[in-house]
């Protein structure tokens, strides 16, 4: 039973540490362990007529950012939801525009 109490605190300490470095993994732009790499992952996954170009973000809330790609003819919005470094961006948004041309999965520029 002595151990109880330290491992309640560890816990404690664990997801206070989590919440306080949302905001800090929210707005980098690293391709993992971020908003951005959540979206960028997702926006990947979306067909375009060319490479999907970041155009900005911003943060909604401390556990939501919203996050815009471009490809020349479509823009895409994609949000981002979580806490700490474990985001998850479960579905891209974007505009559709009949253009002559092959859509396909061209990629993300950084």
């Known amino acids: 039973m002595p151990n109880k109490p330290k491992r309640t605190l560890l816990l404690i300490l664990l997801v206070l540490l989590t919440v306080l470095t ?3 993994f929210g707005e980098m732009k690293t391709p993992l ?4 790499g959540a979206c960028r992952t997702s926006v990947m996954l979306t067909k375009g007529y060319d490479v999907w170009h970041y155009q900005g973000g911003s943060a909604d809330s401390i556990f939501m950012h919203e996050f815009y790609f471009d ?3 479509n823009t895409l919005f994609c ?4 806490v700490g470094p474990f985001w998850i961006a479960p579905w891209p948004g974007h505009t559709i525009v009949a253009r002559l041309g092959k859509e396909d999965y061209y990629g993300v520029s950084p």
């Open 33 to 36: 362990l971020s908003a951005y």
């Open 22 to 24: 949302t905001p800090f």
């Open 71 to 73: 490809d020349g003819t």
């Open 79 to 82: 949000f981002a939801v979580g």
